[in-house]
């Protein structure tokens, strides 16, 4: 079973810059698309960036060019790098991974969220 662990949230000024990484650990056949989602308080969960094994990545449209997705498949870890972070980009960000298990099957794996938030 796989687990996904988010860490790099916290308290930025507009204008300012955040990493957050998603680190994957447990057993499966593979890893696949690997993405990052956030929710505001009463909104929805929305995608943010994704990106694929291959690195092929997709952003949401209020995000391209400030911010930018990466990962090291060796250690089935995704990076969100946030520059230009304004206070509309404040929200909980959670870390998605889609998982082929060891059973054969394509499972949706979703970390506990960590919290960005944007204010002077």
């Known amino acids: 079973q796989v687990q996904v662990v988010e860490s790099g949230g916290g308290l930025v000024q507009p204008g300012g810059s955040l990493r957050l990484t998603c680190a994957a650990s447990?057993?499966?056949?593979?890893?696949?698309?690997m993405g990052w989602y956030r929710q505001a308080p009463g909104k929805q969960r929305d995608l943010v960036a994704a990106i694929t094994s291959g690195g092929t990545t997709n952003f949401a449209d209020s995000v391209k060019g400030r911010f930018t997705i990466s990962r090291d498949n060796a250690k089935n870890t995704v990076y969100l790098q946030m520059n230009s972070l304004k206070p509309e980009d404040t929200a909980v960000y959670y870390c998605?991974?889609?998982?082929?298990?060891?059973?054969?099957?394509?499972?949706?794996?979703w970390g506990q969220g960590t919290q960005v938030t944007v204010s002077s």
């Open positions: 447990g057993i499966a056949r593979s890893i696949n698309d």
């Open positions: 998605n991974a889609v998982v082929l298990t060891t059973r054969g099957y394509n499972s949706n794996v």
